[in-house]
């Protein structure tokens, strides 16, 4: 009998930099698993994740609503199963929905997360590095064991597998530059014209630049067509931009490729220097070690998505929009930590911040002054790749695992 290894997840970015490369590394060591993913509900969930997990080496894959019918019933999602040998692994997403799931088919519940939060039902926690694993031991654990129980693990940083899992790709630009408009519709609609308008102003600086514009799979196709039409391109100082075929052409007459999200870690090996918003991506780019741009606009900060509570704010009648204005603006302001996590890893600026009001020029300004610089760019991509998580993180939780959790001797 085949063991059943069910991932919990919640979105693209998740899934692109922890699930596949648990897939990749479940398969290599363990062929004949059978593998689920099983996408839980989010609040930020975009509608793409079944289509994502698909593209997997995965058996099953089961949708967030097909989890939420389920679960009011009690049951596990049609499909997912336990058995002998069975693990239920969180990454992304509530742990209390990767526990309550594994209630339902009798197996052990794991996680792995960035955050040093060991909840109940969870067996063990695995986190990326020793700095997470003190503070799991300080603050999480002792409220569910005991500092010293052996309950949390350090095994290392998926996203640094899935990265490496890329390949440069035959013909990159000079310079070769990545342009990363968010995943998030509302903040993409004005962010896609600001990032045509920075390409622009390079263009003519740099006639030989290849502008690459991995397009985040989670944004609706009428984010798309309006941002590149440059709908709300007043927000942020934006351009529209007239789309050919996979690739949208500034008014001055610059290229931005247009490649899906799953190309983008073979476009991060190739990249001379990138342009992005906070958030995981920017950890993508100081693995493949990319300097980057990384802009906070605070132009109209009710856009900026919010977790938790914060991400109600905006939908509170009458007064949501500027109750969340002021909250996003006092945590910028109040913010004590860089907004890119290389920065954050490193404890040194390596990746170039820029947050308050923004505009085009400024930023291209600061983009192509990089771009000019090669020593500035080899010393920043020096210390990038001396600073950043290495490759392995994958096998080492998947060989965990399968420790922790063996089959039984007669079904092996």
Known sequence: MAREVVLTSNGPGELYTWVRPVVDAWRSAEPDARITVAVVPCQFASGAEVAVARRFAVDHVTSAGAYAGAA?????????????????????????????????????????????????????????????????????????????????????????????????????????????????????????????????????????????????????????????????RATLGGVAGRREGDAVITPGGARVEMVDEAERHDHMRSADAALTIPGTNTLELGIAGVPTVVVLPLNRPELIPLEGAGHWLSLVPLVGVPLKRRAVRLFVERLRVPVSLPNRIAREPLMLEVTGRVDPAGVAAVLGDLLADPAELSRRRSRLAATMPRPGAARRLVARLRELVPLEAGER
């Open 72 to 232: 009011a019933l009690g049951r596990a999602p049609e499909g997912v199963r336990g058995g002998p040998g069975a693990v239920v692994l969180s990454l992304g997403g509530g742990a209390g929905y990767a526990a309550a799931l594994a209630r339902r088919i009798g197996a052990p519940a794991f996680r792995y997360a960035f955050v040093p939060d060991l909840p109940r039902g969870i067996a063990r926690l695995f986190v990326p590095d020793e700095r997470t694993l003190r503070r799991a031991r300080r603050w999480s654990v002792p409220r569910t064991g005991g500092p010293g129980d052996g309950r949390v693990e350090a095994v290392g940083n998926l996203v640094a597998d899935a990265v490496h899992g890329g390949r440069p790709i035959a013909t990159p630009g000079r310079p070769h530059v990545l342009l990363l408009a968010g995943s998030r519709d509302a903040f993409a609609r004005p962010l896609i014209p600001f990032v045509l308008a920075v390409a622009d102003r390079l263009a003519a600086r740099f006639p030989a630049a290849r502008f690459v514009w991995p397009v985040a799979g989670s944004l609706r196709a009428d984010t798309i067509r309006d941002g590149i039409a440059g709908v709300e």
